[in-house]
T-cell receptor, first 112, second 115 residues
Framework: AQSVSQHNHHVILSEAASLELGCNYS??????LFWYVQYPGQHLQLLLK??????LVKGIKGFEAEFIKSKFSFNLRKPSVQWSDTAEYFC??????????FGAGTTVTVRA | GAGVSQSPSNKVTEKGKDVELRCDPI?????LYWYRQSLGQGLEFLIY????????KSGLPSDRFSAERTGGSVSTLTIQRTQQEDSAVYLC?????????????FGAGTRLSVL
């Protein structure tokens, strides 16, 4: 079974700082990759996804992620965060089936 | 409604009682999923429905857990004889179809507390 690791449990940064959240997965076959976000008091929503093609994908709210197959990684980035980016971020993988495997999540706190 | 709806939003129960959690998927979505999020852990897959059938129940942690889906729509997750380790947030998701490239849309979850 695949597993997903998120390197940081809690990240605290100031507005306008750059953000990078690490995600690694353990599965050697074809994978589909996702980042979900959960804002305080809200449900999980999709930030971006990667299925195939250009390994640099762009999502909503200025987020992007890069798939590096050789490193089994799918790191999330944002060049300049805002206070409204305070949320919990989850990396998820499916091994070309329907079942999503999630990382433990990273809580991001942006200080105004 | 436009999104996945779950009820109740919070449930407090006593150890040994049975509980039922409900999920209303997005209208027209054929696939439905249940996940569990325990404190400090990521989401854990429980069960998948395609229509009313559950081809994959592999994530159900014990035989105290069961789920059904009726009319290709509403699903109920039932936990019998609840234990304290069942305390978690139970999330439901739905997708248009059940394939790997179908986006799963999540509800707000039911927070279950077993005392």
């Amino acid at each position: 079974a695949q597993s997903v690791s998120q390197h940081n449990h809690h990240v605290i940064l100031s507005e306008a700082a750059s953000l990078e959240l690490g995600c690694n997965y353990s599965y050697g076959g074809t994978v589909n990759l996702f980042w979900y976000v959960q804002y305080p008091g809200q449900h999980l929503q999709l930030l971006l996804k990667y299925f195939s093609g250009d390994p640099l994908v762009k999502g909503i709210k200025g987020f992007e992620a890069e798939f590096i197959k050789s490193k089994f990684s799918f790191n999330l980035r944002k060049p300049s965060v805002q206070w409204s980016d305070t949320a919990e971020y989850f990396c998820a993988v499916n091994a070309n089936d329907y079942k999503l495997s999630f990382g433990a999540g990273t809580t991001v706190t942006v200080r105004a | 409604g436009a999104g996945v709806s779950q009820s109740p939003s919070n449930k407090v129960t006593e150890k040994g009682k049975d509980v039922e959690l409900r999920c209303d998927p997005i209208s027209g979505h054929t696939a439905l999923y249940w996940y569990r999020q325990s404190l400090g852990q990521g989401l854990e897959f429980l069960i998948y429905f395609q229509g009313n059938s559950a081809p994959d129940k592999s994530g159900l942690p014990s035989d105290r857990f069961s789920a059904e889906r009726t009319g290709g729509s509403v699903s109920t997750l039932t936990i019998q004889r609840t234990q304290q380790e069942d305390s978690a947030v139970y999330l439901c998701a739905s997708s248009l179809y059940g394939g790997p490239k179908n986006i799963q849309y999540f509800g707000a979850g039911t927070r279950l507390s077993v005392l």
